[in-house]
């Protein structure tokens, strides 16, 4: 089975501060994506990257930066957390195969106060 | 600009009844459509994908259909049961995955 790991579930962090989510994937996909979880807003996509060092904007990049040094890691970096940030963020990973089925980690729920 | 609707946005049944979740988009030009379940406080699940050539994908009780003319698809659950209580998002896939907002499914006992 393919594993995507969010490595925290939970986070509270103050506004202002760096925060780091990590998403870890195990079946050496090539595609790796962001998105935030909002009540009515549905997913929408942060970032997204189709190989190691590459790095494309989705959606909704403000604000948000990220990295992938290695291909089976994709880390979220927010440089000065704001509460507007509060959210459900999920990592997904996919082949590269035109058919972009994805498979989601558990979510990281970030508080900003 | 793609938009995926998903109506009801909630829905309350019995067990054993069974039900129709619908999802609509506005550009046919689609590679897949994905259906996937959500559990509170979780990710998403893979549950069904259906090619832009295909009418319609079945796993176990779950069917779904896709009409790419009309902008339609449809998630079947066939003999509904607490079990399957989620919420239910489709997404179709174009240069990128775009989501619905989901359906939320109760069935009580």
Not at chain 1, 31 to 43: A, E, I, S, T, V
Not at chain 2, 8 to 30: H, K, Q
Not at chain 2, 33 to 61: H, M, V
Not at chain 2, 102 to 108: A, E, I, M, P
Request: glycine letters at 8%; a neutral charge.
């Amino acid at each position: 089975d393919v594993k995507v790991t969010q490595s925290s579930r939970y986070l509270v962090k103050r506004t202002g501060e760096k925060v780091f989510l990590e998403c870890v994937q195990d079946m050496d996909h090539e595609n790796m994506f962001w998105y935030r979880q909002d009540p009515g807003l549905g997913l929408r996509l942060i970032y997204f990257s189709y190989d190691v060092k590459m790095k494309e904007k989705g959606d909704i990049p403000e604000g948000y930066s990220v990295s992938r040094e290695k291909k089976e890691r994709f880390s979220l970096i927010l440089e000065s957390a704001s509460t507007n940030q509060t959210s459900m963020y999920l990592c997904a990973s996919s082949y590269y195969n035109g058919a972009n089925v994805l498979t989601f980690g558990a979510g990281s729920r970030l508080t900003v106060l | 600009k793609q938009e995926v609707t998903q109506i009801p946005a909630a829905l309350s049944v019995p067990e054993g009844e069974n039900l129709v979740l619908n999802c609509s988009f506005t550009d046919s030009a689609i590679y897949n459509l994905q259906w996937f379940r959500q559990d509170p406080g979780k990710g998403l699940t893979s549950l069904l994908l259906i090619q832009s050539s295909q009418r319609e994908q079945t796993s176990g009780r779950l069917n779904a259909s896709l009409d790419k003319s009309s902008g339609r698809s449809t998630l079947y659950i066939a003999a509904s049961q607490p079990g399957d209580s989620a919420t239910y998002l489709c997404a179709v896939y174009t240069d990128k995955l775009i989501f619905g907002t989901g359906t939320r499914l109760q069935v009580f006992p």
